[in-house]
């Protein structure tokens, strides 16, 4: 290049350079400096991140007609990382699955309990106590869950999220016993809690579950209602932080946004570190929320046959199991429950 011209068009370069790092760094910063500033006027006990997480494992279960099922992780404005929807014993071999009550994503498509039993095999019992009474738990949740007893696996969902199924586990115990399940409302749209769903690309989806327990008699001794303990864990999507509250360990997002939207990429989320031991029978929930009570209406589940072939289960008039989860049923996604049957 001839020299004298380099000289006239070198500081047009440089302004070009200038001016288009400049148009830049400016842009990043302020949305940077946004989230800093909402996180720092954030007065609650939670970690928070905002926008999608990374994918880590894609379709952990297929079925047909279902949701994907995928894992991420997720880094906090304060350098904590987190597995969303929730860190979870799906893959773990040690952590038995339960029995299909009803599973469409499998075939099993039975119309009442006593055909979805009539091929149950009683090698499946898991054995806490080995001369304890044995007890049969019926459970529909939206979406996922495990379930302890005393501190041990005794089974999870086969479908972490749709098609919607209902499940079967039996156990030997003695009386009393504490049942412990971690709940999780899968998401699509990784770590803000949301799924496409009624013509919205980030619908915030709800949760759910509801549970009878019967012992050999088939007698009822155990259902789902507000005197289960219940807690949630990780809270979204947030749009705007100043929404949530706490009461000692009580955690409210009750005044919080539900409408979702077209782009979730700045939507907040909130997160809380699950505490050890949790499962067991001496872990002290005393602080927790008495578990709140949501009808079949507000769950949606009159058209899931999944739950409708087994209302003589779920809805008996004597003993009514109720759907329970904590008090925002739409934004607490990881939701961790307790109940102790005397």
Request: hydrophobic letters at 35%.
């Amino acid at each position: 290049m001839n020299i004298n011209l380099f000289k006239i068009i070198l500081p047009f370069l440089v302004l070009l350079s200038v001016y288009s790092c400049g148009e830049n760094k400016p842009k990043n910063k302020t949305d940077e400096s946004t989230t800093v500033l909402a996180a720092k006027a954030y007065t609650g006990t939670a970690s928070i991140t905002q926008g999608i997480a990374t994918t880590l494992l894609e379709d952990i279960y297929e079925c047909d007609r279902g949701r994907k099922t995928d894992v991420g992780e997720i880094t906090s404005i304060d350098g904590k990382k987190w597995t969303v929807p929730a860190e979870t014993n799906y893959t773990n071999e040690n952590f038995p699955f339960a029995v299909d009550l009803y599973n469409a994503c499998e075939g099993k498509n039975y119309n009442t309990a006593q055909e979805a039993m009539s091929h149950y095999n009683d090698l499946d019992i898991v054995e806490i106590d080995n001369d304890g009474e044995v007890f049969t738990a019926y459970i529909f949740a939206d979406n996922y869950f495990e379930m302890y007893v005393n501190g041990k696996p005794v089974g999870k969902d086969k479908v972490p999220f749709t098609q919607f199924n209902s499940s079967v586990i039996k156990f030997k115990v003695h009386r009393p016993f504490t049942v412990a399940m971690k709940l999780v409302d899968w998401e699509e749209h990784l770590g803000i809690g949301c799924e496409e769903n009624r013509g919205k690309s980030f619908h915030a989806g709800d949760g759910g579950m509801v549970a009878v327990i019967k012992n050999k008699k088939e007698e009822t001794i155990a259902i789902t209602n507000k005197d289960w303990k219940a807690q949630t864990f990780y809270t979204a999507p947030i749009i705007d932080l100043n929404c949530t509250s706490e009461d000692g360990a009580y955690r409210y997002s009750k005044n919080c946004n539900t409408n979702g939207g077209n782009d979730g990429s700045k939507f907040y989320a909130l997160h809380w570190q699950i505490p050890e031991g949790w499962m067991h029978t001496n872990f002290d929930d005393s602080d927790w929320q008495d578990a709140s009570t949501y009808t079949n209406e507000t769950i949606g589940v009159d058209n899931k046959p999944s739950y409708t072939n087994f209302t003589t289960l779920f809805d008996d008039p004597n003993m009514d199991a109720q759907f329970i989860w904590t008090t925002n049923v739409i934004l607490d996604n990881e939701v961790l429950v307790r109940h102790t049957i005397e």
